[in-house]
């Protein structure tokens, strides 16, 4: 008598679609930014950018580290469909507030920054290798409030940390940012004498950016 032949069925591998463990890994010990996918980009827009630094890499605020950043900013604070028109320099971690046409020029600006400030820290460190630990973090500014306080925030971020401790400055303008460059101070604060830069930052073209924060009232040096 002939045996009945049994199909049996196959676990097939697969590849694509919402598994368990799939996609790409976060960088270092903590992730600081999920791996979701970035909104939409409007040009009108524009945005906060944040690069943090490796956890202990290196201190950004000497006058070593900050040269070998602003080298990078005189090059790249303009590309196409691309603008850097506000920074501070922290600690470990770098404020950007920039324009971009959509979210592929935002991308690619801020790689391409990033790329250009890494090289410069490892030259002066001596090292190769990754220099900020995970993706970029970016929030659209989409009102003149938005906008303004993100401006304060960036501009005075060292002297708000500063007048926590209960240290009154006064009129002060923070070197290791862009207040030099920016023309919104209620009160125009002192500036150090020092050797004159090419421009660090791009003129905003946003309304938002541009005018549309004024409404909200002229920033005071030196505090939030």
């Not at 959509?102 to 690619?108: V, Y």
């Not at 303004?148 to 501009?155: F, T």
């Not at 240290?167 to 004498?193: C, K, N, Q, T, V």
Request: proline fraction near 7%; charge should be positive.
């Amino acid at each position: 008598m002939r045996r009945r032949s049994v199909q049996l069925e196959l676990a097939l591998h697969t590849w694509g679609g919402r598994r368990a463990g799939a996609g790409r890994k976060p960088k270092g010990k903590r992730a600081g930014v999920p791996h979701r996918r970035r909104p939409l980009l409007a040009a009108r827009y524009p945005v906060h950018v944040t690069l943090k630094l490796l956890r202990g890499l290196c201190e950004l605020r000497t006058p070593r580290m900050f040269r070998r950043v602003r080298e990078a900013l005189v090059g790249g604070c303009t590309r196409p469909h691309f603008r850097m028109c506000h920074f501070s320099v922290q600690g470990d971690h770098i404020h950007l507030i920039v324009e971009a046409q959509d979210a592929t020029a935002l991308a690619r600006g801020v790689q391409g920054l990033s790329i250009s400030i890494a090289k410069r820290i490892n030259g002066a460190l001596g090292r190769r290798g990754r220099v900020f630990g995970d993706r970029y973090h970016a929030r659209i500014l989409r009102t003149p409030t938005e906008v303004r306080n993100a401006l304060d925030y960036v501009i005075n971020n060292r002297a708000s940390h500063i007048r926590r401790r209960g240290i009154e400055i006064g009129l002060w303008m923070d070197p290791y940012s862009s207040a030099a460059y920016f023309d919104g101070w209620r009160r125009r604060p002192r500036r150090r004498p020092g050797r004159v830069w090419p421009p660090l930052v791009s003129p905003p073209r946003t309304w938002l950016l541009g005018k549309g924060w004024r409404l909200r009232g002229l920033l005071e040096p030196g505090r939030l």
